[in-house]
């Protein structure tokens, strides 16, 4: 690739993953850069260093295993697509099994080495409290779920009112193939609207009750110091919270089994009910509805899989409450990550509403590749949706549901399914594929059409 800047240099706000990851694409493809961190003059409650890409949670990256696991897959995807922060983490990995471990601080001393020595990237040490101009050119804005207040009411004004977030409430999300339609059935209140827009899982009295005194007795996740003032809203209080103010809480809110009939069991009257809302346009994924929680993860799926029909529940994503920066990214950004209102700003990295430190550098990695090809007036192919990268994609500029957008870690969930393997034996029915068998197939078919996509683009 080119060295020498070619093209009008582009802005880009925060030096964490994905800003360090789309400042990196964008000086590669010839760009010259200018790179904002805050930090270390001005910090977050959660920053310990001033580094570029700081770990500030774990140093785990999650799976690396690229046949069975979507993390491990969006890890391959973005090796083969020049990641400066795959790159870093390969070089500093530490031992973890299957996981992608790595020494945090000589990582985050890589990525920034790599920028400072580049000769297309300047970086300037300042907060900024305002968004770029038309006049200044592209931009890109991965200032992080931590986004300091004055540049968040900037993006505020500039998306709308209501398409910023600053509490995130999250209930588990899961996928529609992992669950038992022997007991749970499609139907909605009174057969209201489409008359199957829900997913419904039936308990009888014993198992309400026993399920609300789990709810009441299990683990949860404390509020961080920075995180203890965040607020409950009536109207997406914790699933524990609401089984804490009565037993028959939860039987007269979410799960109110009023208006549905079961027609596994028709001649039995459901004593509770928890509904699944389809949470992606390719109806793969279901949001477990009044679910939100801050049970701790494991506990989440120890109790959540005692519902009948969720026994062996695989979830996209668990829930949690916590302070988060992110926008409505469904309804305000195009597909290639621009700002609709305004199309020579892209945003990328957590607040676009992905979750996990690789995914938000895989955002970056996107966004950088957008803003290159139209400095350099050329198409914008986004990734297939068969890949990690497009499906990731796909989910956050218009997959999701706006309505019910939250933030969300690479799930095979979000992929598009398979087609139905053809039978072994003469005479049998086409099926679907399962289990790992299902991911590894998914996997196959990401890396392939990977290359087709990575040869258009070079």
Known sequence: MSTEPTHPTVHVIGAGLAGSEAAWQLAEGGIAVILHEMRPAVSTPAHVTGGFAELVCSNSMRSDDAAVSAVGLLH?????????????ADANRVPA??????????????????????????????EVTKLPQKEDGLSIIASGPLTSPALSSAIQAASGADALSFFDAIAPVIVKDSIDFTKAWFQSRYDRGDGKDYINCP?????????????LSAEYVEFKDWEKNTPYFEGCLPVEVMAERGAMTLAFGPMKPVGLTNPNAPETKSFAVVQLRQDNALGTIY??????????????????????????????????????????????????LRLKTQPHMRFAGQITGCEGYVESAAVGLMSGLFTLWQAQGRPLLPPPTTTALGAMLNHITGGADSTTYQPMNIT????????LVEPVKPGGKPRKLKGADRKRAQSTRALATLEGWLQSIR
């Open 76 to 88: 391959e995807e973005m090796r083969r697509a020049g990641s400066l922060i795959l790159r870093c």
């Open 97 to 126: 099994g299957g996981a992608l471990a790595v020494d945090r601080e000589s990582f985050s001393h890589d990525v920034q080495a790599a920028l400072e020595s580049h000769p297309n990237v300047t970086i300037r040490y300042e």
């Open 203 to 215: 308990l009888n009295e014993a198992e309400y009750h026993a399920f609300v005194a789990a709810l």
């Open 287 to 336: 949001n477990m509805v009044g679910f939100q929680t801050k049970l701790k993860h494991g506990e989440q799926e120890r109790i959540f899989r005692t519902i009948p029909g969720l026994e062996n529940a695989e979830f996209a994503r668990l829930g949690g409450i916590h302070r988060n920066t992110f926008l409505n990214s469904p309804k305000v950004l195009d597909e290639t």
């Open 412 to 419: 095979f969930g979000l992929f598009p399914e398979l087609p």
